[in-house]
């Protein structure tokens, strides 16, 4: 019986769209607590946290992931039901197959045939677990982060289990994530009637050429670890309705992924400069999703490659691509960090799905893992 997709199955099986958890992360630590590790759980604004550990020494590994699910969309629409996890010619359909219970699922069953195999193992294992990554990932785990620094605890590697595999499991793993950084400007014109624009002030006539610039601006050119800096519109809403009327101002909504070539303050600084470059009359919003992270190509980068090699037998493209991670909290206690799981071919898609395959071969590569890591 394959172990790790009869865990899958049975975490699927909670529909723990976000901020749920519905008994997944006690559903793990039911598995784990006969191996010696014990809970500390955090409870915010409906969110669950966990922290289980095993051992008190060093080397602390963490394997790091999230319980949460988006929403599935229509039921009807997919081949079976989101929340029925159901097998169809070697792939596990349901949602949170790959983004991430099939990696939780693999975590699990890593460990426990780890421990079975060294019960006295040196170091320490620890779990990380929330029900806030899907979402604004205000209550979920950087509370975690927060509570570790009470303990004056410090993560020596860390493995997140978000899914980072394009055609093949193992062939891409992350060692860092861009930043992300949002806008909202409002510029602000003068309504009036299209028949006498003299009488008014177009302000999305006024700022195309901003917009213009923006887009074409070559903010940096990314570095060994990271892609160029990107800068993309994502919306933009102005007007009244009717096809007569001048409107009086317009919103648009943009997004930046950064490199650590340039900082959140110099992207601010240069967009602003061109905005006011064109005289516009505006008001801008910045948030700040996240700032770009790396671990350094070392140990466990190295162990990462050998491990994937050994079990699926090719060497993977170490990457920072795609979107945001909690990798961004979790460096802040972690030495060294990657990300490691199945495909993201389906992920937030309907009909997601996880190859059956992959399933034990990714529990061996965290199984691997964790014995280069203790052992070497």
Request: charged share 20%; with cysteine.
């Amino acid at each position: 019986m394959n172990s790790t997709l009869e865990l899958a199955k049975e975490l699927i099986q909670r529909a723990s769209v976000t901020p749920d958890d519905l008994g997944c992360q006690a559903l793990i630590f039911e598995r784990l607590k006969s191996f010696g590790f014990t809970h500390h759980s955090i409870v915010s604004n409906g969110v669950t946290n966990s922290w289980l550990r095993r051992g008190h020494d060093a080397p602390l590994v963490v394997f790091a992931g999230h319980t949460d699910v988006v929403p599935t969309g229509p039921e009807d629409k997919w081949l079976s039901p989101p929340f029925e996890p159901t097998v169809i010619n070697d792939l596990l359909y349901g949602r949170g197959a790959s983004d991430m219970k099939s990696s939780l699922a693999a975590f699990v069953t890593a460990i426990e045939t780890f421990i079975a195999e060294h019960p006295n193992h040196p170091g320490s294992i620890a779990l990380l677990l929330t029900s806030d990554e899907e979402g604004p990932a205000t209550d979920g785990t950087i509370k975690v982060v927060e509570w570790l620094k009470t303990q004056q605890t410090t993560i020596d590697y860390c493995v997140i289990g978000e899914p980072t595999a394009v055609t093949q499991l193992g062939d891409t793993i992350k060692n860092g994530r861009r930043g992300s950084l949002s806008g909202k400007l409002t510029v602000i014109g003068k309504q009036g009637h299209v028949a006498y624009p003299h009488l008014a002030d177009n302000p999305i006539h006024r700022c195309a050429a901003a917009l213009a610039e923006l887009a074409a601006t070559t903010w940096d050119k990314g570095n060994e670890y990271f892609p160029e800096t990107t800068f993309q519109i994502s919306n933009i809403q102005g007007g009244t309705g009717a096809s007569n009327v001048i409107p009086g101002e317009v919103h648009i909504w943009f997004n930046l992924r950064f490199s650590t070539e340039s900082s959140d303050a110099s992207i601010k600084e240069r967009t602003e400069a061109i905005l006011k470059k064109y005289q516009l009359n505006f008001v801008l919003d910045w948030q700040l999703g996240a700032k770009p992270f790396i671990t350094q190509k070392g140990k466990l980068v190295d162990c990462a490659k050998e491990a994937i090699h050994e079990v699926v037998g090719i060497y993977p493209e170490v990457s920072t691509t795609g979107g945001t991670s909690d990798g961004r909290f979790i460096i802040d206690v972690c030495k060294e960090l990657v990300e490691i799981g199945p495909s993201n071919a389906t992920i937030h898609q309907r009909n997601e799905s996880v190859r059956v395959s992959d399933l034990e071969n990714l529990s061996k590569i965290y199984q691997s893992l964790l014995t280069k890591l203790l052992f070497s």
